[in-house]
């Protein structure tokens, strides 16, 4: 708002429009008696400085927003980059409808702060943008400020950080086993998820 103290008397159709109102067509004729040709002087001045004063308020304001960049970036550091087939881990903050199920009462801060790890299928350098194989139907392009690098854990030196594998699925009724060799395709319906698997063997 400092910025702006340099440019006064200007109305709000000037600062918001860039201009001053016209009217068309013209109501002032072509031609004008002597008598009134110093008030055609003093009309041109005042076009002129009105001008003047539009063309100041348009400089104010991109001075400003040069000022609003620089000061927003100066404690910014530059964003990761990251390769294809990179793993990454994607940040849940604009995702946590889908950790929630209908009618369950969580609190937010009990939510996963990360979910992952997903590949880097696409890199736009231009936007800072990333595109995950997450199997979703929303368009999953991400910022890179949502993304972190995955490491993965070593189990020689931290095997108690290693996470446990889920076992073998049951049928209900108890006798078959099955071990589940890849996930084909998934798809969301409603808040739940459905795969398509490829059995790796069965067993009773």
Known sequence: MNTLNAST???????????????????????????????????????????????EACD??????????????????????????????????????????KGEKRTTKFFPHWDGPFHVTDVHPEASTYTLDIPTNAYPVYHASELKLHLANNPLLFPNRQLPQPGLMVTKNGLKKFAVDEI?????????????????????
């Open 184 to 204: 084909i395709d998934s798809r969301c319906r409603g808040r739940d998820w459905q795969f398509l698997v490829r059995w790796l063997w069965a067993s009773t």
């Open 9 to 55: 008397n200007f109305t709000g159709f000037q600062l918001h429009l860039g201009r001053s109102p016209r009217v068309i067509p013209p109501l002032v004729p072509a031609t004008l008696p002597a008598e009134l040709q110093d008030a055609v002087i003093v009309a041109a001045d005042i076009i002129n400085k009105l001008q003047n004063n539009v063309s």
């Open 60 to 101: 104010n304001l991109l001075y400003a927003k040069i000022q609003q960049s620089h000061h927003s970036c100066v404690t910014s550091s530059p964003d990761t980059k990251y390769k294809l087939n990179d793993m990454v881990m994607l940040l849940t903050t604009n995702r946590r409808r889908e950790y929630k199920k």
